[in-house]
Each structure stands twice: as structure tokens, then as C-alpha cells.
């Protein structure tokens, strides 16, 4: 109730070194108000999670932004909106390659306006995949 049909999670990770650990955004959290260094104290919209002891949480295809039924969502050239590793928000990123062969299906993006040593691969059905808005 009160959550807008459109609502994704978000998830940001722990900058604490020896911690990394992923935490669930609330749908009505906004990422651009955190903090740019984030660390499991700053959680305060789930106090169980607060501190880098607690389990990391969990998520499952529902937290997705995008539902995968099929890799026909994805082709080379395909803008996304993609979270890079280790950062909170999303980047515009392009599909350059594709990888559905192996046991976990994956693509390579690369992000608008980085060199392409910072491409990365992110697994299909990943909440770091957004559509591109």
C-alpha cells in the first residue's frame, strides 16, 4: 500500500573494507540523498542491518528492476541505465557483448562517457539492471 506501481529496490554497498556487505534500499529511499561514502550505520530505515555484524541482506528476482524471462532482453547496442561496482547510483550504460553460453548468463556494458578499462560484466537478472530512462 502507498508503493507506486514503477517502484524498484535499490541496493548500495558498505565502503568498510573488511564489511562490503549489500543493503536493500526502501523504494522510498532516494539514492542521490545518501551519503557518498555509505556504511552499514548509515541504514537507517532498517536498524537490524545498521551495523556490518548483520547478514548481508538477501534479495530475489522480485528486487530485479528488470524482469528476465529470456535473453531477447538484451542485444548489442541496447542503452540500460547499470549501477557500477562499488558505486550507488545508476550510469547509462550500453550493451557491447553478450555471454548466454555459460552457466550464468551475462552481459558486458559500457558506461557512457568512461574509457572502456571501466566495462564491466554484470549477471542477467542482477538489480544493478535498470531500464534506461
Not at 20 to 27: D, S
Not at 58 to 86: C, L
Amino acid at each position: 500500500e502507498g508503493m507506486p506501481a514503477q517502484a524498484v529496490a535499490n541496493w548500495v554497498q558498505c565502503e568498510n573494507p573488511k564489511c562490503l556487505k549489500w543493503r536493500k534500499l526502501p523504494w522510498h529511499v532516494d539514492v542521490d540523498l545518501l551519503p557518498e561514502n555509505f556504511f552499514c550505520r548509515d541504514n537507517i530505515w532498517n536498524p537490524k542491518s545498521q551495523t556490518c555484524d548483520a547478514s548481508e541482506d538477501e534479495w530475489d528476482m522480485e528486487d530485479a528492476p528488470v524482469k528476465f524471462d529470456t535473453n531477447d532482453d538484451f542485444e548489442v547496442g541496447v542503452w540500460f541505465d547499470v549501477q557500477r561496482e562499488g558505486k550507488v547510483g545508476y550510469h547509462e550504460a550500453q550493451v557491447i557483448e553478450l555471454d548466454f553460453k555459460s552457466n550464468v548468463k551475462r552481459v558486458k556494458f559500457h558506461f557512457w562517457k568512461l574509457s572502456s578499462e571501466r566495462d564491466e560484466w554484470i549477471d542477467v537478472g542482477s538489480p544493478k539492471i535498470a531500464p534506461h530512462h
